[in-house]
């Protein structure tokens, strides 16, 4: 219940600083400059991912919808718990939450330029035979997922930390997004674009000073945490 607790607590302490970016602007990112095009409604290539998700949906278990659910409402620390081992407890490393929910703010502000210029619709409402398993949005914008740049971020900010880790939290990345697909709100394409607007957005991240010294703080803190030198 305290990770919880502390969780809600600086989510809600965070919430007025949102839309305002904390290590990276959206004029240095430049992402709708940089990314493709997302394919064109009735192209080839959109028939072909719609075709995947209606396999996913078809082939998607209780469990992987349980998953699924879990990634759509913890964008934050709780979501790598796994990759971090038994010992690991969000309360005992406040630091590395706090660097997560800012981390997770700036993949808001440097997604939102994009998704407004590509102005790509949900699957679910091009393809209305598809059934979501999780929230949806009426808003177009869908391109690039916002929730699979925040887990690659936050994977890349954390192997910064705990480098011993990081096949294990880039692997929980590439899980995180899948269940945007399993979920049924995006399409293929929408997670490669959201993986290579993480690593853009964490290359800036890594030349700024404030986001080095808060990682430095958090990384000691969090490695304390997991009983590792």
């Given at each position: 219940m305290k990770t919880f607790a502390l969780l809600a607590s600086l989510i809600a302490s965070s919430t007025a600083l949102a839309l305002e970016p904390n290590f990276v602007?959206?004029?240095?990112?430049?992402?709708?400059?940089?990314?493709p095009s997302p394919p064109a409604d009735g192209s080839a290539q959109q028939k072909a991912e719609l075709a995947q998700l209606h396999d996913i949906e078809s082939k998607r278990t209780e469990v992987e919808v349980r998953q699924a659910q879990f990634d759509a409402e913890n964008e934050n620390i709780l979501a790598f718990a796994g990759a971090f081992g038994d010992k690991f407890?969000?309360?005992t490393a406040p630091?590395?939450?706090?660097?997560a929910l800012r981390v997770i703010n700036d993949e808001d502000v440097n997604?939102?330029?994009p998704k407004a210029v590509f102005h790509r619709a949900h699957p679910y409402a091009y393809d209305t035979g598809l059934h979501p398993v999780c929230r949806t949005k009426r808003t177009d914008d869908a391109y690039p997922s916002g929730h699979t740049t925040s887990g690659y971020l936050l994977a890349l900010t954390f192997a910064e930390m705990i480098p011993e880790k990081r096949d294990a939290l880039l692997a929980r990345a590439e899980a995180f997004a899948r269940s945007r697909l399993i979920c049924g709100v995006h399409y293929p394409s929408d997670l490669i674009a959201g993986r290579s607007s993480a690593y853009a957005i964490h290359a800036l991240m890594t030349a700024n000073p404030q986001y080095r010294a808060e990682l430095s703080e958090a990384k000691k803190e969090l490695r304390a945490a997991l009983g590792l030198p």
């Open positions: 602007t959206p004029e240095q990112s430049r992402l709708a400059e940089f990314l407890d969000a309360a630091l590395a939450a706090t660097l997604t939102d330029p």
